[in-house]
Nanobody
Framework: QVQLVESGGGLVQAGGSLRLSCAAS????????MAWYRQAPGKQRELVAS???????NYSDSVPGRFTISRDNARNMVSLQMNSLEPEDTAVYYC??????????????????WGQGTQVTVSS
C-alpha cells in the first residue's frame, strides 16, 4: 500500500502562482510514474502533468509553459509549480502514483494510488 498526501492548494488571484506538493509513503514500494490530475465542478478528471522515474515529463495542452512538474525520487515526492494561473485552472488537484509493492511473493502488479485532493481556486 502507498499513501499520498498533498499540500499547497489555496486561493490565489489570476496571474498568481501556487506550488503543490505530494509525498508518498508506505512499505517496500517503487513508483514508476507520478502525476497531477484535476477535476473542475461538473467536469471529468483530467491529466495535468506526469513525470516518470527518469524525470521525463508530459503536460496537458491546457497548461503549456505555465506549469512545471518535478520529482524527487529519493524522497518519493512530486511537485507542481503553477504560474500565471487563470480562473479556468480552478479545480481540485489530485496526486497520482503508479507503483508496485514488494511482498514475500515478489513484486506485485502496478497499482494506481490517489491522494485526497487539494482545492485550487483562482479568482478573476
Amino acid at each position: 500500500q502507498v499513501q499520498l498526501v498533498e499540500s499547497g492548494g489555496g486561493l490565489v488571484q489570476a496571474g498568481g502562482s501556487l506550488r503543490l506538493s505530494c509525498a508518498a509513503s508506505g512499505m517496500h514500494f517503487s513508483i514508476n510514474a507520478m502525476a497531477w490530475y484535476r477535476q473542475a465542478p461538473g467536469k471529468q478528471r483530467e491529466l495535468v502533468a506526469s513525470v516518470l522515474s527518469d524525470r521525463s515529463t508530459n503536460y496537458s495542452d491546457s497548461v503549456p509553459g505555465r506549469f512545471t512538474i518535478s520529482r524527487d525520487n529519493a524522497r518519493n515526492m512530486v511537485s507542481l509549480q503553477m504560474n500565471s494561473l487563470e480562473p479556468e485552472d480552478t479545480a481540485v488537484y489530485y496526486c497520482n502514483a503508479a507503483a508496485i509493492s514488494w511482498s514475500r511473493t515478489g513484486w506485485g502488479p502496478e497499482i494506481d494510488y490517489w491522494g485526497q485532493g487539494t482545492q485550487v481556486t483562482v479568482s478573476s
